[in-house]
């Protein structure tokens, strides 16, 4: 069984920048995408940005784009996600995904796409 660990969250000020890993657990594990999605208190949970593991492709969501950047280690098995100029509407759990099924520009940034998630790993930013 595949696990996602996540690391690297945390509480920021605003302006400020982090960096999550998502180490996965399987050495021969090979998504066809990866990514990250958030969600914050009585909110419904949204994609943030994804990759696909052959081609590295990218997809960030709007509220992010020219902020977060997303990039993968293929021999490390590890998935990160570069925060820069955080802003407090930046606060939410965030969850490293994976997707061993059918992933392209079509359905990257829905949630049913993934079939393994990890536990997620709170950021907090600070006004």
């Known amino acids: 069984q595949v696990q996602l660990v996540e690391s690297g969250g945390g509480l920021v000020q605003a302006g400020g920048s982090l960096r999550l890993s998502c180490a996965t657990s399987a050495r021969t594990f090979r998504p066809n995408g990866m990514g990250w999605f958030r969600q914050a208190p009585g909110r419904e949970r949204e994609f943030v940005s994804g990759i696909g593991w052959i081609r590295p492709i990218t997809y960030e969501a709007d509220s992010v784009k020219g902020r977060f950047t997303v990039s993968r280690d293929n021999a490390k098995n590890t998935l990160y996600l570069q925060m820069n100029s955080l802003k407090p509407d930046d606060t939410a759990v965030y969850y490293c995904?994976?997707?061993?099924?059918?992933?392209?520009?079509?359905?990257?940034?829905?949630?049913?796409?993934?079939?393994?998630w990890g536990q997620g790993t709170q950021v907090t930013v600070s006004s």
């Open positions: 995904v994976a997707s061993s099924r059918l992933w392209y520009s079509g359905n990257y940034n829905r949630i049913q796409t993934y079939d393994y």
